[in-house]
């Protein structure tokens, strides 16, 4: 990142605003990073003194069901999926789950990446062909 000169940090000093005092500048400067001197207005008392006054928001959205109250007291979330779950596209192809799987592939030659996420590091090998476990697909080992 490239930091501006120090003649510049000198300009900002000189065009701060003249109601500051030199000590408040000589702090809001060591406080401040260099890269930020630029925005020293930002940091100004006297112009945070003109802006107008914190006023609270009062903002409400209507979200009716979503909290409902528990017979404890506490609160329960409750989430609404049905309009999620029309639009959703279902899977054609759901995978059973992973023991059903095992127990079909029992035998098998040919492994899928399944399986070896699955079994590859519980594989017995031969002191020595350590070696022969790496492989190299198209993509990459």
């Not at 309009?83 to 079909?104: C, F, G, I, S």
């Not at 990446?113 to 198209?138: P, S």
Request: proline share 9%; aromatic share 8%; with cysteine.
């Amino acid at each position: 990142m490239d930091l501006p000169p120090l003649s510049f940090h000198a300009s900002l000093v000189e065009q701060w605003d003249e109601e500051e005092e030199p000590e408040e500048i000589e702090t809001v400067l060591k406080v401040v990073p260099p890269v930020y001197h630029k925005y020293l207005d930002v940091f100004s008392k006297v112009k945070a003194e003109k802006l107008p006054p914190h006023r609270a928001c009062d903002h409400h959205i209507e979200l009716e069901g979503l909290l409902p109250p528990k017979k404890d007291g506490g609160l329960c979330l409750c989430v609404e999926y049905r309009k999620l779950n029309a639009v959703t596209r279902k899977n054609r192809y759901p995978l059973p789950p992973m023991n059903q799987l095992l127990t079909v592939f029992n035998g098998a030659t040919i492994f899928s990446k399944i399986e070896l996420r699955g079994a590859y590091n519980l594989l017995r090998i031969q002191e020595g062909d350590e070696h022969l476990t790496a492989f190299r697909t198209k993509y990459g080992s």
